[in-house]
């Protein structure tokens, strides 16, 4: 075995009998951690588990009653089990393209602080890749607001770095794009070029020249790289990346946008060899066309499932293009007084869109993170139930969320709406949020308390490779809601332990019309479990994001064991 647990056979076998073969449970997991997240039975004293399937769950010598010669006994000790960890949102294979991608994060993830900092990580990267003149970087992570200029590198920035390279760095929100003079020659890209709908071509200071960074939908106006990935690239790409997240505890991954051909390429891959994790894919919508094409699976083949339909209607807070009713305190460079930012998505189209997948029993996920954007979000849920008795089970999703009030949580729990909060952005951005916003807007984002208080069920993500898909660091944050400079965001919205769980495990599955399934230990779900190095219920909260994955269960089978060493340390 890989990881090498206290197991007690030999005194087991004195007091417990051994069955037979045909009827013994695969692996038995024993001890006093065993947090089971269903709140009819929160706790058991062991977990049996057969054919992929949670057995039996209950007292220590029933559940042992189960062991045959060949199966697994796992004795805990200080150890934890828990549910397999589910992603309410993220991008999965954006993480597996990250792998091989120029990272120009700042700290605690990378140790980017500034531009000529960012300026020389891609000259190194050009020379150490030996990248040839004519030749594609591509970077991404770069985060303004973290960044001493507190600004994004412009096209005269980028161009410091290479005249001779085309350069097109995707900021960390992935909602704008930097990019060199080469880049914007080779994508057309000029003072004649108009802004995109839903976008904007930002421009040097008293012209129409562009200097290099691009909003939300103008992004796609440069050419982010080389040729588009073969379907063996793609399959490749997806099996690292579900590695990565095996390695934090996640036994469900989501795709929040994808397109057609990495959909193809996903479901062949599927077929020849089912996915070590499940992969919940969402195709994006930009027209009916869409969402006429999508077929909905509710069950999944291989691992992998169509499980819904997602949109986008505004931008990002941290890249101030959240679409708010009220204006930004500090708006990014230029803007006006009264600036609100922009949706990114015809209202019309998302009306008839909303109505029509609804109406045809399609899940939908909706990026909305101003609240001006989750105005609009409602009012087309409303709509589309509109006379409908009863109300159909929707959940649709309001992914971000980040700056719900309260009057809309009221009215997502009326209308049967689902906000996944970003909460990770209390670390992350929560200093940023308070300039952007003010001090009342910006200590409210993520309103996990509010949600709560009026229980609308609500989920909590990463949005991976946003930030990386480290759940149990997404669970401290949603807890302690301590930004970077120690500040506590808004102290009234902290979730306790017990709820941050529930939403990456139970509250997740909900959310994916997936709670008979997964989500809880109990008795005929699947054996979706993640074994931890203590006991998060009984942490110091301020530890959480310490608390280290040992092992992970997918489908009852072990998909990720932490060394041997690093147990040891």
Sequence with gaps: ???????????????????????????????????????ERPAVEAVAVRDGVIAAAGARDAVLARRGDETRVVELGERALLPGFIDTHGHFLGVGRGLDTLSLHSPPVGDVTDIDGLVGKIRAWIAE???????????????????????????????????????VLTHVSGHLRAANSAALEASGVTADTPDPPGGIIRRRAGSREPDGVLEETAGGLVAGGGPAPTAGEIEALARRALEVYAAYGTTTVQDGSTGPETLRALRAAAAREPFAVAVAVFPRFRTMADAEGVTYEPAYRGGLRVAGVKFSLDGSPQGRTAWVTEPYAEGPPGAPPDYRAYGTLDPDAWRAGAAHLIGRGVPIIVHANGDAAIDLMLDGVEAAVAGRDPMPDHRAVIIHAQLMRADQLDRAAALGAVPSFFSAHAFFWGDWHRRSFGEARGNNVSPVRWAIERGVPFTVHNDAPIVPPDIMRLVSITVNRRTRSGHVLGPHQRATVREALHAVTLGAAYQYFEEDAKGSITVGKQADLVVLDRNPLTTDPAELEHVAVIETFSRGRSVYARPAEAVAR
């Design 129 to 167: 890749r030996d990248i040839p003149p004519g030749g594609a970087v591509v970077g991404s992570g770069y985060d303004d607001s973290l960044l001493a200029e507190r600004r994004h590198p412009t096209r005269d920035d980028l161009d410091r770095a290479s005249t001779r390279h085309r350069i």
């Design 1 to 39: 075995m890989p990881i090498r647990f206290v197991v007690a056979a030999a005194a087991l076998a004195t007091c417990t009998p051994v069955l037979a073969a045909a009827q013994a449970a695969d692996i038995v997991f024993v001890g006093d951690h065993i947090v089971t997240m269903d709140p």
